[in-house]
């Protein structure tokens, strides 16, 4: 197992914000630097312990979908090497591949998230309702059945600590504009489909996910934070795949359902996990990226 970063302390620069995962760092009046950590946050709760060498994992994912998006959308790693902005060699070795050097942006008011399975919030909605956020489904359809086609069900981005909530397309289309608004939804949607086929191919179901996007000074709209991730999105193995019931996954939803099986209230501080929970969370993680980036 390798070591794990619970928390990162970088002595040549000033400490922006510590979120659930990531450290950011101000390194000019146009860049940032973001640390994702081991840690790992399950009902918007930071666990105790960290995860060994997730925040690599989750790094080198993210930065594989980067690339592949890139012919859609400009994204926020801004190409500037570590060691630029790192000087100090042992800090760097200790970040190893968690860090990377990013375009300061405005983030946008909203997580898109999407969804091609119906799972979680999403199948608890549609018992209660019929639909998922709003959007009318077919009748019967079962615990992670396979979608008709994929859905845009976006929702506010909470602080940490709060919790996020479900909104409508129109709520999005106030807090941004009916044209950023739509580009954020059919974008979002477009790289899900994509990225979703690929992962298929390759042994994984992306079930489903959440982008996030910010603008620049001119107002071109970019892709940042994470994508297509383990801890954004829901990852089944293909071959295990059966509707009806949950299906075993790739990501974090392994811990989710660890913890509901014990008697805790979902609120601050998170119990401890046991340490086969923690080294098969591990493995886990690992086995999403080689299947993924091989």
């Given at each position: 197992?390798?070591?794990?970063?619970?928390?990162?302390?970088?002595?040549?620069?000033?400490?922006?914000?510590?979120?659930?995962?990531?450290?950011?760092?101000?390194?000019?009046?146009?860049?940032?630097?973001?640390?994702?950590?081991?840690?790992?946050?399950?009902?918007?709760?930071?666990?105790?312990?960290?995860?060994?060498?997730?925040?690599?994992?989750?790094?080198?994912?993210?930065?594989?979908?980067?690339?592949?998006?890139?012919?859609?959308?400009?994204?926020?790693?801004?190409?500037?090497?570590?060691?630029?902005?790192?000087?100090?060699?042992?800090?760097?070795?200790?970040?190893?591949?968690?860090?990377?050097?990013?375009?300061?942006?405005?983030?946008?008011?909203?997580?898109?998230?999407?969804?091609?399975?119906?799972?979680?919030?999403?199948?608890?909605?549609?018992?209660?309702?019929?639909?998922?956020?709003?959007?009318?489904?077919?009748?019967?359809?079962?615990?992670?059945?396979?979608?008709?086609?994929?859905?845009?069900?976006?929702?506010?981005?909470?602080?940490?600590?709060?919790?996020?909530?479900?909104?409508?397309?129109?709520?999005?289309?106030?807090?941004?504009?009916?044209?950023?608004?739509?580009?954020?939804?059919?974008?979002?949607?477009?790289?899900?489909?994509?990225?979703?086929?690929?992962?298929?191919?390759?042994?994984?179901?992306?079930?489903?996910?959440?982008?996030?996007?910010?603008?620049?000074?001119?107002?071109?709209?970019?892709?940042?934070?994470?994508v297509l991730t383990p801890d954004s999105?829901?990852?089944?193995?293909?071959?295990?795949?059966?509707?009806?019931?949950?299906?075993?996954?790739?990501?974090?939803?392994?811990?989710?359902?660890?913890?509901?099986?014990?008697?805790?209230?979902?609120?601050?501080?998170g119990p401890e996990l046991p340490e086969?929970?923690?080294?098969?969370?591990?493995?886990?993680?690992?086995?999403?990226?080689?299947?993924?980036?091989?």
């Amino acid at each position: 197992m390798p070591d794990a970063l619970f928390e990162s302390s970088l002595s040549g620069l000033s400490l922006r914000t510590r979120g659930k995962v990531r450290d950011i760092y101000d390194v000019d009046d146009d860049h940032m630097l973001i640390v994702t950590t081991d840690r790992l946050s399950a009902f918007d709760v930071v666990l105790p312990q960290p995860i060994p060498g997730k925040g690599e994992v989750l790094t080198r994912v993210a930065n594989f979908w980067f690339e592949r998006t890139r012919k859609l959308l400009p994204n926020h790693l801004a190409g500037i090497p570590l060691e630029q902005v790192v000087g100090d060699a042992a800090e760097r070795d200790r970040l190893g591949d968690r860090a990377i050097v990013v375009k300061r942006l405005q983030p946008l008011p909203v997580e898109a998230i999407v969804r091609g399975y119906l799972i979680g919030s999403g199948w608890k909605d549609y018992q209660r309702t019929g639909g998922v956020c709003g959007i009318a489904l077919p009748p019967g359809l079962r615990l992670a059945d396979k979608l008709p086609e994929a859905i845009y069900t976006p929702s506010t981005k909470a602080a940490i600590g709060e919790h996020d909530e479900n909104i409508d397309f129109a709520a999005t289309e106030k807090r941004l504009g009916a044209e950023l608004a739509a580009r954020v939804r059919d974008l979002s949607l477009q790289i899900y489909t994509e990225a979703a086929a690929y992962a298929l191919e390759r042994g994984i179901i992306i079930a489903d996910t959440k982008f996030e996007f910010g603008l620049d000074d001119a107002g071109v709209l970019h892709l940042i934070d994470e994508v297509l991730t383990p801890d954004s999105s829901r990852f089944w193995p293909a071959d295990q795949y059966q509707p009806g019931v949950s299906p075993p996954s790739f990501d974090k939803q392994f811990v989710r359902d660890y913890l509901e099986t014990l008697d805790w209230d979902k609120t601050p501080p998170g119990p401890e996990l046991p340490e086969e929970i923690i080294t098969r969370t591990a493995e886990k993680y690992a086995e999403a990226e080689r299947l993924l980036t091989r």
